[in-house]
């Protein structure tokens, strides 16, 4: 077992003495979700996980057509403790408050094809923060081709237009197509993203920013970069999260940086991980340890990217013994004063060319936070439809109104994160 995990075992147990106010906690390394044993009986299509990184997508074409089938069926269940710890997690999610500073993330930021400039005009005002953030999942290279036929498989461009059709002030830009286009085509999305006033996390440094009077670090990692790196020229902070073959992935570069930025004076350590498992309805028990372990670190808010589809979220009390860790609940003991994280674990895609509904939807999450972490949570989904020249984002809500299809994705959404913290 690695040093970080033996340590996060230490202070999640703590020593059980008659002082000690978390001496009835079990084990919580013997505790949901660390204690749910592999699942079996899954379809081919649903155990094929690119990001596992033990096949490849380019070689091995009887698992890629897997993955075809996944990525228009989507895995939509999980295991039954998963659903049920849910099911008890999604009422207690914390709605808005209207105390400490609003951050507003959106998901990936995918390649469109078409109304690059306007596409997002119609949500705008619902990324209503004062900071508003990010996952940009496409070079944004001039004088490259835009069209998929072009790149090949697997990879994107995007023209400038793309970036002056964002209501965004900070990019996340390392994820699995940040070097689609080599380095050179990083250098160019850099330079695009730097003159047109965005500020940019993830590439060599992580950022901090003045929010509000508070001191905000957004840290941000990637599980891969589609087997084209490592970069030579630059840091993208590359995690293998989705290696569950390894069994006890080292976090401690994470959990340095966390360490860092408090150091250096943040009031709020935000994590930004492109992660997960794509097409996959439910965070896998994996994932579930890994947030608790990023939290343990010293993460007041975690903001992950990558599946494609929207994922339920989390809150978690920490230092706070009174809550059980286990089914139903996310409870850390680590150093430090009690506070209250949260995890969203997927926002799906802010705008796709992808043909499906849950695959067009992504949330527009909305987070209050202070210097005991955060305060209140809220969400509005959003959908990228035909519309303008061609693609648009629209509210789902204002769709569900007029079309039985997306009333029907409104509401499993509604049942799927939870109704409560809906805005």
């Known amino acids: 077992m690695r040093l970080d995990l033996i340590l996060l075992a230490a202070l999640l147990a703590g020593c059980p003495t008659e002082e000690d106010p978390f001496a009835a906690w079990p084990d919580p390394l013997l505790t949901f979700p660390w204690d749910l044993p592999p699942e079996t009986d899954l ?12 096949w490849d997508p380019f070689e091995d074409q009887a698992l890629a057509a897997q993955y075809l ?8 269940g999980a295991p039954p403790a998963v659903e049920e710890h849910h099911r008890i997690m999604n009422p207690g999610l914390p709605t808005l408050t209207g105390q400490g500073i609003r951050l507003s993330f959106v998901g ?40 998929l036929s072009d790149l090949g498989l697997y990879t994107f461009n995007s023209p400038p237009a793309l970036l002056d059709g964002l209501p965004l002030d900070l990019l996340q830009l390392n994820n699995n197509h940040s070097v689609d286009l080599g380095d050179d085509g990083l250098d160019a999305t850099l330079a695009l993203v730097d003159a047109r006033g965005f ?8 950022a901090t920013v003045d929010v509000g009077g508070l001191r905000v670090a957004f840290l941000s990692y990637t599980w891969g970069l589609n087997g084209r790196g490592p970069s ?58 890994l947030g608790r372990r990023i939290v343990a670190a010293g993460a007041d808010l975690v903001v992950g990217t990558g599946p494609h589809v929207v994922q339920p979220a989390e809150i978690c009390a920490v230092n706070r013994p009174e ?30 060319v992808q043909p499906t509904i849950p695959v067009q939807t992504g949330l527009v999450a909305t987070v209050e936070v202070g210097s005991d972490g955060v305060l209140g949570l809220g969400w509005e989904a959003v959908v990228t439809v035909p519309g303008g020249d061609g693609k648009e984002v629209r509210p789902l809500a204002e769709l569900a109104a007029d079309d039985v299809d997306y009333a029907i994705e409104q509401g499993r959404l509604r049942a799927h994160i939870g109704a409560g913290w809906q805005r």
């Open 43 to 54: 379809q081919p299509w649903e155990e094929v996980r690119w990001e596992t990184e033990t």
């Open 323 to 352: 809550v059980l860790p286990g089914v139903g609940t996310c409870s850390v003991r680590a150093e430090g004063d009690p506070r209250t994280a949260a995890i969203l674990y997927s926002l799906g895609n802010f705008d796709t």
């Open 199 to 206: 500020g940019v996390t993830g590439v060599d440094a992580h």
């Open 232 to 289: 030579a020229r630059h840091d993208l902070f590359v995690v293998p999260f989705g290696h569950l073959q390894d069994g006890d992935l080292d976090l401690g570069g994470l959990a340095a940086d966390v360490a860092s930025a408090r150091a250096g004076g943040a009031d709020v350590v935000v994590v930004l991980p492109h992660w997960g498992f794509e097409y996959e309805y439910y965070a896998d028990p994996w994932f579930l340890q």
């Open 108 to 147: 990936d930021v995918m390649w469109l094809g078409t109304s690059w400039s306007s596409f997002a005009l119609p949500v705008a005002g619902l990324l209503d923060g004062d900071l508003r953030v990010g996952n940009l999942e496409t070079p944004v290279v001039q004088g490259e081709s835009t069209d």
């Open 69 to 76: 089938v996944k990525a228009s069926q989507h895995r939509q």
